[in-house]
Each structure stands twice: as structure tokens, then as C-alpha cells.
């Protein structure tokens, strides 16, 4: 079992940057692939970026690529998304998931945090 929490998202104006966290309980954080996804009102959620369980593989949908970077440190239980360049678009609830499979689908993922609230004001 593994819970996340996630943490750093608020209000920012277009161009901007927000750092997210999401933090595991558990031992077996390193056993998980990582990922992020976000879900904007009125849409369904969808894929943003994915890491590997050593972080030494990326994956990141082609609206965020070269603006948003995926990863993460193992002994703090922790995966991060840096976000540069944020956009209106960007707006959303993003969310962390835990699965066993470096993937873009979300139903691959085992284990979901709450959300946190991202904003970007034009």
C-alpha cells in the first residue's frame, strides 16, 4: 500500500513556474513508477509525464515537453514536476500516481493522491 500527497501548486500568471511534490509513505517508494496526471474542469484527466522507478526513464505528453521535467529522489520518497512556462491551458488538478509500469495509461497506475489545484492566470 502506498499513499501520496501531493503539495505546490497555487496561482501563478502565465509564464511563470510552479514546483509540485508528491510524497509516498512507505519503504517500497523505489519499487514504483511515477507518474503525473491533470484534469482541467469539464475534461477528462490526462497524462502529463511519467518516470521510471530509477528515474532514469521520461516520458512526457507533447503539450508539456521542453516546458515541464519529471523526477525524483528515492531516499526522500518524493517524484517532483517542475513546471516553466506555465500557461492558461495548464490550469488544472494535478494529480501523482504510483503503478508498476513506466506507462502513459492511466488504469496501469495502483495508487492515486488527492490532487493539487494549479492556476494560471493570463
Known amino acids: 500500500q502506498v499513499q501520496l500527497v501531493e503539495s505546490g501548486g497555487g496561482l501563478v500568471q502565465a509564464g511563470g513556474s510552479l514546483r509540485l511534490s508528491c510524497a509516498a509513505s512507505?519503504?517500497?517508494?523505489?519499487?514504483?513508477?511515477m507518474g503525473w496526471f491533470r484534469q482541467a474542469p469539464g475534461k477528462e484527466r490526462e497524462f502529463v509525464a511519467a518516470i521510471s522507478r530509477t528515474g532514469g526513464s521520461t516520458y512526457y505528453a507533447d503539450s508539456v515537453k521542453d516546458r515541464f521535467t519529471i523526477s525524483r529522489d528515492n531516499a526522500k520518497n518524493t517524484v517532483y514536476l517542475q513546471m516553466n512556462s506555465l500557461k492558461p491551458e495548464d490550469t488544472a488538478v494535478y494529480y501523482c500516481?504510483?503503478?508498476?509500469?513506466?506507462?502513459?495509461?492511466?488504469?496501469?497506475?495502483?495508487?492515486w493522491g488527492q490532487g493539487t489545484q494549479v492556476t494560471v492566470s493570463s
Open positions: 500516481a504510483a503503478g508498476s509500469v513506466t506507462t502513459v495509461v492511466q488504469r496501469s497506475y495502483d495508487y
Open positions: 512507505g519503504r517500497s517508494f523505489s519499487r514504483y513508477a
